[in-house]
């Protein structure tokens, strides 16, 4: 089984009717290890989406998660990372609406930077962040077989 962060955006929090179906979805296709609301700082911001750094959208980005509560889960499921990036849908929300419009940033994305969601990459990435916002997390109590 692997495992993956999902963290959804400050926007998405003050929209109570979103935050409740991306909760459902994400009860209704993974097991959820752990989650909480968490406040990222500038500097957290700054550390988590430190491989941006020098990108045109990184200040925008760090500001952006800053502005206000975010909710962060740790997912598993058979191919957890490509199952959630699948249900997030494309980055960019504009091709998010036009290619998957059924899609978690399709239909609570505002723009790239405030496109609904997060979700890891990889696995190196997903251990990283998960490190990150969950610091007494222990990867090794993942049970291979849940």
């Known amino acids: ?59 925008r980005l760090t500001t952006f998660m800053a502005s206000g509560p975010c909710y962060a889960f740790i997912l598993q499921s058979k191919d957890c990372i490509a199952k959630w990036r699948t249900l997030m849908g494309p980055t960019k929300v504009f091709k998010a ?15 790239d930077t405030r496109n609904a969601c997060h979700g890891s990459d990889s696995s190196t990435a997903a251990f990283k962040e998960i490190a990150i916002l969950f610091p007494d997390f222990i990867k090794d109590n993942v049970s291979e077989n849940s």
């Open 1 to 59: 089984m692997e495992i993956t962060l999902a963290l959804i955006k400050p926007h998405v929090m003050r929209n109570t009717i979103a935050f409740a179906a991306i909760k459902q979805l994400i009860k209704d296709n993974f097991t959820i290890l752990d989650s909480k609301e968490v406040y990222i700082t500038k500097g957290l911001s700054e550390l988590f989406y430190a491989e941006h750094k020098g990108k045109f959208f990184y200040n």
């Open 97 to 111: 609406v036009h290619a998957h419009p059924g899609c978690i940033r399709a239909l609570y994305g505002l723009s």
